[in-house]
């Protein structure tokens, strides 16, 4: 077993993770991180007038409402402060800087406002961004108890990859999203983990709930856990009982949701629909491919604002080559494992939440060119394991022990030269000029 201190290193960890979080948070100019007007007007909508906007006056407006509920109340107890802190203020819009490095929304020294509502939505999905890290925490304790070491440099790499600080630290439903798809991904471990436990079928409902009503980016993670908990813990007599009162549940809520929300879950099917069985006219061919896959690789590590400012090319590349090499070496390690031991069990289940969200994402890119590595941020702790994984099977004793060194001065670098070569010269420049 390694000798590591884990709570010395947890601290550490999650400090670096608040405070560069923090720090996106207030260096990203309001409104630039993606679609972050339209999600904020839903919940300024639901603070203000208590409905939330027509999808003719939002393209978001279809979206599963959990987070604009919760975070309207936030909103609320500002406007009992002074409404003005809740504004919802806009500026000129440059609305075809997309995928370029300029700004899109036009700040200047004589309008910009510091805009409280903004930021603190953007600090409580910091909140829920560690949360789900510290679920996934939890969820590694399970996988590799005895691995102190290899758990510590895959929650590092997961919390301080700069496009995950960047999109917690931003107004939107993907914070909750991540968090709902961590909590999959740890019912899923417990579950096949958990000694025969008739009550242990009883979160199943939970795999069609979270999609439906955090975002629809998590719906692999709930197949994945369907399928995980159907291989693992099979469908024994004993279970039977207990299996037909979770599909009952579930099929229950499933009317519920509805009943009370029918636009929504309307949308939620035909979003579905649309992304399974349609695909653009030029989705097969090389130059298509050329261009989404890159998109989607990089905004998995870092490109923020609206696809514009992001990690040099050499940097992304190097870190997916790592990535991809860390991982293959894990599924070579699961090859070499019994089957049906409890240890290639997690292991499965962990594979599983990854690849049925990375299908989900590459299908994506065949329907729609805004698809973008973001979306596999439900899966990112299982992601993260598998490429430290790999690693950390191969490496010395003595290089295995300072892996979560390494993961975070990389990632932390990574962060540092973001911000020194794309945020500050592109938000910040103009206004030095």
Known sequence: M?????????????????????????????????????????????????KAPTPDANYEAHQPRTYYYVASWVIRALDQVDKRYSAYYLVPEFKYNLRTPVRRYYWTEENYRFLPGIHVLRWMNVLFGGLALWLNWKTFGSIAPGQPALRLSALALAALTPQYLHI???????????????????????????????????????????????????????????????LQKGIGTVRRKWLLIAALAGLFLFVLFDLIFPEAFQFAISEIEWRLFSFRKNAFTAEYLKFILPQIVWTYWGKVGWLAVGLPRGLVAL???????????????????????????????????????????????????????????????????????????????????????????????????????????????????
């Not at 579950?191 to 009550?199: D, E, F, L, Q, Y």
């Not at 080559?321 to 599924?331: E, H, K, Q, R």
């Not at 089957?339 to 289940?349: D, F, K, T, Y």
């Not at 060194?405 to 020194?420: A, R």
């Open 2 to 50: 390694d000798r590591i201190n884990e709570r010395r290193w947890l601290v550490l960890i999650f400090v670096f993770y608040v405070l560069l979080a923090v720090g996106y948070s207030l260096l990203m100019p309001v409104w630039e991180a993606p679609d972050e007007p339209a999600h904020y007007h839903i919940v300024w909508r639901l603070a203000r007038f208590g």
């Open 319 to 433: 870190l997916t080559l790592a990535g991809a090499t860390g991982a293959s070496i894990s599924a070579y390690k699961l090859m070499k494992m019994k089957l049906n031991s409890p240890q290639s069990a997690v292991w499965i289940v962990t594979w599983l939440f990854a690849l049925f969200t990375v299908a989900a994402v590459l299908r994506n890119g065949l329907t729609t060119n805004a698809a973008q590595g973001r979306l596999l941020f439900p899966a990112i702790g299982a992601l993260s394991l598998l490429m430290i994984h790999g690693w950390h099977e191969v490496l010395p004793e003595r290089l295995r022990r300072g892996l979560p060194l390494i993961v975070i001065l990389l990632m932390v670098s990574c962060t540092i030269v973001l911000w020194w070569t794309g945020v500050l010269p592109v938000y910040y420049q103009p206004w030095w000029d």
């Open 168 to 230: 917690m630290s931003s107004v939107s439903n993907d914070a909750l999203g991540t968090l709902a798809g961590a909590s999959l991904f740890y019912l899923a471990i417990w579950m096949v983990t958990a000694s025969s436990n008739a009550w242990a079928w009883l979160p199943v409902p939970l795999a069609l709930i979270l999609p439906l009503t955090t975002k629809l980016t998590v719906l692999p993670a709930g197949v994945a856990f369907l399928v995980s908990t159907a």
